[in-house]
Each structure stands twice: as structure tokens, then as C-alpha cells.
């Protein structure tokens, strides 16, 4: 049995449902929206590139290694990026959230957190598990500030850790929340949420 079965998030209007080959035209759109995949520092697919991804994140769920979603917009069925859990280690308990990507004009807004606080809670109330993981690029600035808001702590740097799409070798950091952190980190962004937007 994998560590983590097929579920469908729901919260703030969003649905995360499992990755499929259905949503690749969604997940073309919502990549064209920005065309995020010039970002020399993200892994997003390439319009002709987007089955392809779709195909190796479900080949990777099948091995049990990443289990990805895409991010729905519940009112119209919109595909507005993908997520994942990926590196999943069921011995120790530990999973990663990332693969994580939205169209441009879903960026800085309540999509990413509200995502990111159905995965955690899921992770930490469902699977069980002691750690929660991220990690990014350490040019990829924006990305270690939102995980940064999230309440995730930074762990360190791996240096020459791996490739990015034009062929340099990237520095990866590395960020973790572990178990005992959850409560006070699920309440700071139930918070976050629910205040009123200026």
C-alpha cells in the first residue's frame, strides 16, 4: 500500500484532485499564463513538454516517490497549477511538498497558502508524519519567502546539487517543520486566511 493514497483537498474555494492526463489542457493554459517555463529557476513544463510531465509524475507515483495534484478553482473546474508531495520516505515518516507552480495572475494570493495548509494538514493529521519538507532554488527568492511565511524552518545549503533547465548547477535550500511545530504554524495561517483584505 503507498504511503499516500489518492485524496482530493478541499478549502477557500480550491480543489487539489490527483494529477491526470484529463487536466493537460488546464495545466498548459495555466503555464502559458506568465509562460513560466522561461523562468530559468522553476521546473515548469513547456507548452509541447506538459503531457510529458504529466506522464513522469505519474510514473514517479506509481514508483511511490511524488504524488502529485492539480490546483482547481472549485466555481469554474480552472486548472490553475500543480503541486506535489515528492521525496516521500515512509520509514521515517517524512514527506516534501513541492513541484509547485501557478499562473502568473494566481501568484501572491491565497492559492498558495491555502494549498499549502491542506497538504501540511494532511501530511502532519493524516499521514502521521514527523517532518514536512521543502526545497527550492537559491536564487529562487520569492519561493524561500513564502515558504519562509509559512513557518518552515530553514535546515541549510546543499551546494552543486542539481541541474537547472539551462544546464547550470544549482545550490538548493533546504527547509523543514517538524510535527510539534504544526499546531502553532496551522493556527498563524488559519489566521492569515480568515483576516479581513484591506
Known sequence: MAFVDPITLIANHLVLEPLALSHEDGL????ADGELWNIRITFVPEP???RKYI???????EAGNRFAFAVIEASTGKVLGSTSYHDI???????EI???WYGKSHQRSHVNTTCKLLMMQHAFETLGCNVVGWRTDNFNFAS???IERLGAKKDGIIRGHALRRD??????VMYSLRSGEWPEVKAQLLYSLNKPRP
Open 144 to 146: 524561500q519567502a513564502a
Open 48 to 50: 509541447e513538454q506538459t
Open 98 to 100: 513541492g513541484y509547485t
Open 55 to 61: 506522464e513522469d509524475a505519474l510514473a514517479m507515483r
Open 89 to 95: 520516505l515512509p520509514a521515517v515518516k517524512r514527506v
Open 167 to 172: 544546464g547550470t548547477i544549482r545550490d538548493t
Open 28 to 31: 498548459r493554459a495555466a503555464a
